[in-house]
């Protein structure tokens, strides 16, 4: 596709579920990222990839949150055991190299935990 | 550690109006700067961006200029319309693999 994709747009999940949320990013792109957006605020780093290696994982708030892209295009990011404070946005981006390129943002996927 | 400051929103403007969102940053290192803008309904957009010091970025009307001296890239543009009414974040990047630290972001609205 032209741009970043990610899916499901919106999800509802009860406290203690796990989740899944999938991020295309445009094709050829080297580096991927996730980020966490809290309602009012600006978008938090939670991973990076480089290709399939995932090179930082410092912003992962808890060993609830996995994050993966085996094949280096698609990635999934994984929370397990949902709490109400995991509810946000759930940004997706890529760029075409590790650094130095533009950043490319999908749409994101809105979890909300009840 | 590296941090964004931006002005509180949210701004509501008359079209034609002038605009500044205020931008001001702490990092360690130099730098590059960023504002992206998110409209209703949509993804995340670069809007400019500036990778040293008196750099100006500049698109669709909107610049601002990296000012090391006082740590600042503000936001501007001359004249607003009502199509610009988004959410716009500064964000900056010391290099590190591109990771981005963004402010909260300022609200803009802009009326007829």
């Known amino acids: 596709g032209a741009g970043v994709s990610q899916s499901p747009r919106y999800k509802v999940a009860k406290r203690g579920q796990d989740v899944a949320l999938r991020c295309d990013p445009i094709?050829?792109?080297?580096?991927l990222f996730w980020y966490q957006q809290a309602l009012g605020q600006g978008p938090e780093f939670l991973t990076y990839?480089?290709?399939?290696?995932?090179?930082?994982k410092s912003g992962l708030p808890s060993d609830r949150f996995f994050a993966e892209r085996p094949e280096g295009s698609v990635s999934t990011l994984k929370i397990q055991r949902t709490q109400q404070e995991d509810s946000a946005v759930y940004l997706c981006?890529?760029?075409?190299?590790?650094?130095?390129?533009?950043?490319?943002f999908g749409e994101g996927s809105w979890l909300t935990v009840v | 550690g590296d941090s964004v400051t931006q002005m509180e929103g949210p701004v509501t403007l008359s079209e034609e109006a002038f605009l500044t969102i205020n931008c001001t940053y702490t990092a360690t290192g130099y730098p590059s700067l960023f504002w992206y803008v998110q409209y209703p309904g949509e993804g995340l957009q670069l809007l400019l961006k500036?990778?040293?010091?008196?750099d100006k970025g500049s698109n669709k009307g909107f610049e601002a200029t990296y000012r090391k001296e006082t740590t600042s890239f503000h936001l501007e543009k001359g004249s607003v319309q009502v199509s610009d009414s988004a959410v716009y974040f500064c964000?900056?990047?010391?290099?590190?693999?591109?990771?981005?630290?963004f402010g909260t972001g300022t609200r803009l609205q802009v009326t007829l």
């Open positions: 500036a990778t040293k010091a008196d």
């Open positions: 981006a890529s760029s075409l190299a590790a650094t130095g390129n533009t950043i490319y």
């Open positions: 964000a900056l990047d010391t290099g590190t693999a591109s990771k981005l630290t």
């Open positions: 094709s050829g792109h080297v580096s």
């Open positions: 990839f480089q290709n399939e290696a995932q090179l930082d």
